[in-house]
Structures are given as structure tokens and as C-alpha cells.
């Protein structure tokens, strides 16, 4: 079969032709903005979330840090109310933890009691403890809080992706020079 002849003065007229460039231009752009967008926001979500991570920590801290003496009780609701925090996180994801440590004049760190919620295990009494060397200070008393969270972006396609994100934080008692818990 032949093609048909193209008409004098068809070409020319198609050269100046400009009026499906933008539109060309877009989908070839459209991908990569797109990516841009949808990356961007996955990000600033991961980036808002560690920092819920970390202001769930320095509350299981400093609700610990408040008391002259706790029961097991007491430290599983500012364990629990940590968690809230982390809203509109799940705060099933959150694995928090907090322990009582002493240094003592050797110089040695040890687990005084531990608590842990979510699945975080708690502490062994009199396991080691290793302390930045500007906190170990003999013969004083410190709470250590401690939080995992497993992040989830929730979206099958995910520049992020799942991470964990954890904090850890000491602090030393305010009322008292260590913070009892007897049935802890």
C-alpha cells in the first residue's frame, strides 16, 4: 500500500505549530514532581514522628524524675501516658522503658529496678548499665528512659520506609537523691 502524499505546506504550517508543548513538557515533568512530592511528605512525616519519639522519651523522664518514691503502679501510668504523646502515632509501636540505675564508688552502673511497656522488656536488677563518661558520677543515682518505635509509613511505595527510631535519655531525681521503688 502507498502512503498518501502529504499536501505542499503541511510541514511548515506543523513547524510553528506550538500549541501541545506545554502539555508534552508536563508529562514529562509530571513523574518527577510528583516523586518530589510525595518524597518530601513521607520525609517531614518521618522527621515529625522521631520527633514525637523523642519528646515521648523526655516525658517518661521527667514524670519519673518528679517523684520521691514510685510503686510499680505509678511508673506503668507515666509509662502509659508517655504514649500519648506519640498521638496520632500508634502508640502500640512505642516500646518504652524506665530504669533506675546507681554508680557506684567503683565506679560500676548497675539496674536498681526497670520497668517496660508495649513489649520492652525490663531491665535484670544489678545488670550493667554503660553511662556516657560524663554522666557516671559515683555514688549517684540516675532514671534512664528508653523508647523503640517502629515507624511505618503505611504506603506501599515509600521513600522512607519502615525505620526504627529510638531515643534514650538520663536524668537525675529532683526531689530526692534516688527515686525508690519497692515492688518494681
Do not use: H
Amino acid at each position: 500500500m502507498i502512503a498518501p502524499a502529504i499536501p505542499a505546506g503541511v510541514c511548515p504550517r506543523l513547524a510553528d505549530d506550538s500549541r501541545g508543548v506545554a502539555l508534552t513538557e508536563f508529562a514529562f515533568v509530571f513523574p518527577v514532581l510528583l516523586l518530589l512530592f510525595l518524597g518530601g511528605y513521607q520525609l517531614s512525616d518521618g522527621i515529625a514522628c522521631k520527633r514525637k519519639v523523642g519528646l515521648a522519651n523526655r516525658t517518661i523522664a521527667d514524670l519519673g524524675t518528679r517523684s520521691k518514691q514510685v510503686s510499680a503502679a505509678d511508673v506503668d501510668a507515666m509509662l502509659a501516658a508517655s504514649t500519648q504523646v506519640m498521638a496520632p502515632y500508634r502508640q502500640a509501636s512505642a516500646q518504652v522503658r524506665l530504669t533506675e540505675v546507681f554508680t557506684s564508688n567503683t565506679g560500676l552502673t548497675n539496674v536498681v529496678w526497670s520497668r517496660g511497656r508495649n513489649g520492652a522488656a525490663a531491665r535484670a536488677v544489678g545488670s550493667v548499665v554503660t553511662l556516657p563518661g560524663t554522666l557516671r558520677t559515683n555514688g549517684t543515682y540516675l532514671l534512664m528512659s528508653e523508647i523503640n518505635y517502629a515507624y511505618d509509613p503505611g504506603v506501599r511505595f515509600s521513600i522512607v520506609g519502615r525505620k526504627t527510631l529510638t531515643d534514650s535519655l538520663f536524668m537525675s531525681p529532683r526531689n530526692s537523691d534516688s527515686v525508690p521503688c519497692n515492688d518494681c
